[in-house]
């Protein structure tokens, strides 16, 4: 205890010292500080600045400033005249140069975009007034009460009303199109007359998906039956076969919409329509002042269209009866989306009948738009109960349209999922029969769909399964993807087709396993819980789907040889259409 005292009393002293220390240098009133301070109070008080630098500025000082600026007359007098004639900026116009070019076009393509919508929109609308308009009118005629009559009158007034608002915004869009289009076609230029374009030569696709805000056609070009719209370019040599064969379609170059002449001569010519000042037609020879007269004018003079091709026109293509006119569909409803846009529910005029419709987003790439009219050219070949049908496509003028029978029962996952309480094995099983009866005519058909699956088949009268959704189809035994695979629906596809990109029918039988499970699973998501890449790995090392539960054994054992890896151990479609029936058979048995 004694010691620790000791202790304590020894660290007490030194602080005691330390603090002693700094109190006695840090004391500002001690003698030292102020002999530090006067010393450095003195030598400030002898610095006079004045005197210093009085002999640099009186050498080195300026004049007055005076009192006025001078004046640029000549300056002026350029910069004026610069501005009467060389650039005259107008209050109703759109000055551009090349620095500004690319931010107007970019600019004229969002205002596009929302013109073709609210033209969408509008064209909707001004459907739902006629439709009010006629039940108005049936309600007059039959003398209904006045409360169902003020009914469907403020039906009708708010549809004016709508229809009224939506027709505003179409013009104030379309002047701002019309502005801006005209400066950016302004500094753009067009193809020197007599230019041509060659199968070979680089030509952005003819397809061109974007709502139209202006008239694409001149008038009265469209009731020409060698007219053909927006047809794809794959499409028009496939019509034009023998020397002298032509047509005339649309197509976009560099922005600006184009008529071409496309003839078969020594291969395929493609002819851009010349627009003189004045606003005739041409290509070497006379203008006229429309396009019929021009095509006319070649084909009755025997002349060529241009001296260096030597085409010369002989016979006109007609329209093939699938290429319908887009004023005869009447979009009624939205009534989802699809791969490139969105999906109607229309009528077709004057029959009444009943349709779908599918038209093409304006914002996908060229590569997309080229695909879109891709299932259309593979569903007009194809004539099957179990293959959705096409009864033509739209594309006179924009929006280019494919339109198909309108199946009623909608997509098949959604039919699953909403009646799963009430289907029974048979019913789910004789789902499966239509798919594989479509699959195997498709396949006799050298058709590869690469994208089967519940959610792309649709539920028609009395249950009848079609498929549909040819988006991703190729008309070929083998197809290797050489474009990428972001679009590949992982947890459908055959790894074959995965690791290698090679397609052949035998995926689309390992699709139509998975298919097969999602039938007897109600509407189930494959692999749940799992990512892509995780059930891609598991499934290269051997794990596969467990039976959904009250699947019949020969059924799971019909998806497990569809999920054969090595593909040419898995069956064709004809072979499981007769596995199908004789399991139907047993059931019923």
Avoid at 319 to 347: H, M, P, Q, T
Avoid at 406 to 429: E, I, M
Avoid at 430 to 446: P, T
Wanted: aromatic letters at 6%; glycine letters at 6%; one cysteine or more.
């Amino acid at each position: 205890m004694v010691g620790d005292n000791v202790e304590s009393c020894g660290v007490l002293l030194q602080c005691h010292v330390v603090i002693r220390e700094i109190a006695q240098y840090s004391d500002l009133s001690s003698e030292p500080f102020r002999l530090l301070f006067n010393l450095l109070h003195r030598r400030v008080e002898e610095i006079d600045p004045e005197g210093e630098f009085r002999d640099f500025i009186e050498k080195h000082k300026t004049g007055p400033v005076p009192a006025q600026p001078p004046i640029f007359d000549a300056k002026l007098s350029a910069i004026q005249d610069s501005h009467n004639h060389s650039n005259p900026l107008r209050p109703d116009r759109v000055t551009v140069d090349d620095l500004t070019l690319e931010t107007l076009k970019q600019k004229l393509r969002m205002l596009e975009q929302r013109l073709g919508a609210v033209q969408n929109e509008l064209t909707l609308k001004q459907s739902a007034l006629q439709k009010h308009e006629g039940d108005l009118h049936a309600l007059k005629v039959d003398a209904a009460p006045e409360t169902e009559l003020s009914v469907a009158r403020r039906h009708c007034e708010s549809h004016r009303r709508q229809v009224s608002e939506l027709k505003c915004s179409e013009l104030k869009w379309q002047r701002q199109v019309d502005t801006i289009g005209e400066a950016v076609a302004a500094l753009s230029g067009r193809i020197p007359v007599g230019c041509e374009l060659h199968l070979n030569d680089a030509v952005p696709s003819s397809i061109s998906t974007e709502e139209d805000p202006m008239p694409v056609v001149a008038a009265g070009l469209s009731e020409k039956e060698w007219f053909h719209g927006v047809l794809p370019r794959e499409e028009v040599v496939r019509l034009l076969v023998n020397d002298g064969d032509f047509l005339v379609r649309e197509t976009m170059r560099h922005e600006e919409r184009q008529i071409v002449l496309s003839v078969c001569w020594v291969g395929h010519k493609h002819f851009i329509v010349q627009t003189t000042a004045e606003g005739l037609y041409r290509f070497e020879g006379p203008a006229f002042p429309t396009v019929q007269e021009l095509i006319a004018h070649q084909l009755d003079s025997g002349l060529p269209v241009t001296t260096k091709s030597g085409a010369v026109l002989k016979h006109p293509v007609p329209r093939e009866n699938w290429e319908l006119n887009n004023d005869d569909v009447e979009l009624v409803e939205k009534i989802g989306s699809g791969n490139f846009g969105d999906v109607y529910r229309a009528r077709l005029r004057p029959s009444g009948l009943a349709v779908a419709v599918k038209t093409c987003r304006h914002t996908l790439p060229d590569e997309q738009k080229k695909k879109f009219l891709q299932e259309g050219r593979i569903l007009k070949q194809y004539e099957h109960p179990n293959v959705v049908r096409l009864i033509g496509i739209c594309v006179q003028k924009q929006p280019i349209m494919i339109v198909m029978e309108l199946v009623p029962g909608g997509s098949l996952l959604n039919y699953l999922r909403q009646k799963s309480n009430h289907l029974t094995n048979r019913q789910l099983l004789s789902m499966c029969v239509d798919v594989a009866s479509g699959m195997a005519y498709l396949e006799s058909r050298n058709c590869i769909h690469r994208d089967l699956a519940v959610r792309n088949c649709l539920v028609g009268e009395s249950n009848v399964v079609k498929i549909s959704d040819f988006g991703m189809s190729r008309e070929e035994q083998e197809y290797i993807v050489s474009d990428g695979m972001k679009q590949i629906p992982i947890k459908w596809t055959a790894p074959e087709a995965l690791n290698y990109g090679k397609y052949t029918s035998l995926c689309d039988v390992w699709s139509f396993g998975v298919l097969c499970w999602e039938v007897f699973s109600r509407g189930g998501t494959p692999y749940a819980g799992l990512s892509n890449t995780r059930s891609r790995q598991m499934i290269s090392a051997g794990y596969r789907m467990p039976a959904p539960e009250g699947t019949p054994d020969e059924v799971y054992r019909l998806m497990r040889r569809c999920w054969e890896y090595e593909p040419e151990r898995r069956p064709h479609f004809d072979e499981i259409c007769r596995i199908l029936d004789a399991i139907t058979k047993d059931l019923s048995s």
